[in-house]
């Protein structure tokens, strides 16, 4: 099911399996990796930018805030 694929990424995460037992870089590129399967994660980014502050109080605003404030 795709319940039970979703599982498997924090699994693998924790070092579960044959993939968690790789180095941490390569488990991260298995997992953001693009397939030819039904969970496909959105591409990765550097995380790279000029102020680290804004983008951080920018995110938290958007992601985490209520509405309306």
Known sequence: TIQAHLDLIPQICHGAGPI???????????????????IQCGPAHTGLCD??????????????LPVGR
């Open 51 to 64: 102020d680290p502050r804004a983008t951080l109080e920018r995110l938290h605003a958007a992601l985490h």
């Open 20 to 38: 968690g037992q790789l180095e941490l870089a390569e488990r991260f590129r298995w997992l953001v990796a693009p397939h030819d399967t039904i």
